[in-house]
């Protein structure tokens, strides 16, 4: 479904907000964890080496656990700025994957990743 309603003004306004975003979290990630060579998305939570005593080894445990689920939390945020901008790319842009409607420019603007309209994510939500 391509979508062609959009201000071309409006979505390079969205796609600087989008790479705006997309660097933050590459910034946030790659402070704890290394990128995967392979997949520009995914990242690899770093254990850190604090020493061998017990003490120490559960400390590493405990602040890895922690990393890692920030390091998914944003993970998935960064998938869903790249997503939006294939999105963007492919002139899909703005559409909801859901009931293939245009998604409120309003919703956009607060949140450029979505790529559900309010209806919809209000009855997925309610699920
Ligand atoms: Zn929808």
Redesign the pocket.
Known sequence: MKNTNFDPKFIQKIKTILLEEKQRLEKELSQFAKKNPRNSADFDTNFSDLGDEDEENAKEVASYGDNLALEQSLERSLRDVNDALKRIEDGSYGV?K??G?AIDPKRLEARPASS??V??KENLTRR
């Open positions: 909801c859901y009931c409607k559900a309209c209806k919809c």
